[in-house]
């Protein structure tokens, strides 16, 4: 069977650029009638791949590379449906952080809001399915979502019910309070969206054992009187000691996320999210020089953050337009420049 749906992919797309995991599963189970699941599709690809059979190209996309005391920093920009993932190989990802446009017109009028010229929709499990299979054991998913209200009450329900079915675990809830910004539509004012986070399975282990690094510290004679824990890690790290850590995010969470979100005008886009906000929620979420996901990436803003937070960036934009603002974005906030490659997976 699995050499049959090799041969079947290979003899239909041989003259063909390129073909995607939807083509390939349409072919197999629609045209060829085959009775075989979408895991079994895909992995047959990968083999592919590896064998030297096919050859799959990504079109649209920009990389940049620097080094940063002696680590590669990468940064990776997609023209492509923050969807479709398949490009990306299983448990590659450290971590997703995203905002995808959902469609509740209800909620998206009035002010100057300028959604609808994007395409907006909702989740699905399939969603879910996909950020599970891209990312590591372990790693955490940020979503950013709105305030509850009448209007999306059961859509944040069927999130929270798709994450849990499809292998995640809910962590917490924390506020992004936008300063001094309030917008009064609806029942009542808001100045606030919700960061949802959850782990793929249980969480990853980045939270400081302070009790067991103090002792280590104490045990080898060192210094630790009034260090601080990050301090007392830094110490041993310099001595070349093990860290302890605990399931959890890096340090507890704070009540909620406090920064002031732009002038209309001087955005790029009317979802855009502040720097420095998702520089914490970095800092909360990973390690240095780890692989990170924005999905529906906009401004860009998400890759600013991951450099200045030494951390490798993959940014997917649908929207052409939308995609050369964010690179624009990028290069002049960064002083860098985009090389387009053929990206090849």
């Known amino acids: 069977m699995d050499n049959t749906i090799q041969m079947n992919l290979f003899e239909y797309f041989i003259d063909e650029e390129q073909f995607s995991i939807q083509d390939a599963t349409n072919l197999v189970k629609n045209v060829k009638n085959m009775q075989v699941n979408n895991e079994s599709i895909r992995a047959r690809i990968y083999e592919g791949v590896e064998k030297g059979i096919f050859k799959k190209i990504s079109r649209g996309v920009y990389k940049v590379t620097s080094q940063i005391e002696g680590h590669e920093n990468t940064c990776l920009l997609v023209n492509g449906d923050g969807r479709d993932l398949s490009m990306i190989k299983d448990k590659s990802i450290d971590g997703i952080i995203t905002d995808h446009p959902y469609d509740l017109r209800k909620a998206l009028t009035g002010g100057n809001r300028k959604f609808a010229t994007f395409e907006l929709f909702r989740?699905?499990?399939?969603?879910?399915?996909?950020?599970?299979?891209?990312?590591?054991?372990?790693?955490?998913?940020?979503?950013?979502?709105?305030?509850?209200?009448?209007?999306?009450?059961?859509?944040?329900?069927?999130?929270?019910?798709m994450a849990q079915d499809n292998g995640f675990k809910y962590f917490a809830k924390v506020a992004w309070k936008k300063g001094n910004f309030i917008s009064n539509t609806g029942r009542k004012s808001k100045n606030v969206e919700d960061v949802m986070i959850f782990s793929k399975g249980e969480a990853r282990n980045l939270k400081l054992d302070a009790k067991k690094n103090l002792a280590i510290a104490k045990e080898q004679n060192l210094d630790v009187k009034g260090l601080s824990s990050y301090e007392v890690r830094d110490l041993l790290q310099e001595n070349n000691l093990d860290v302890c850590y605990m399931k959890g995010t890096n340090g507890m969470l704070p009540t909620a996320f406090d920064y002031q979100t732009k002038n209309i005008k001087d955005k790029i886009m009317e979802a855009e999210k502040p720097v420095e906000l998702i520089e914490e929620i970095i800092e909360y979420i990973s390690k240095p020089y780890e692989t990170l996901l924005d999905q529906y990436a906009g401004s860009g803003n998400f890759v600013i953050a991951c450099y200045n937070k030494e951390r490798n960036s993959i940014a997917i934009e649908k929207n052409k337009e939308m995609f050369e603002k964010m690179k624009d974005n990028i290069e002049e906030n960064l002083d860098i420049k985009f090389d387009e490659i053929d990206y090849e997976y």
Do not use: M, T
Request: no cysteine.
């Open 123 to 161: 989740y699905e499990s399939k969603d879910f399915k996909e950020k599970q299979r891209v990312l590591k054991d372990g790693a955490f998913l940020v979503e950013f979502l709105p305030e509850e209200s009448e209007v999306n009450f059961d859509y944040l329900y069927e999130i929270k019910k």
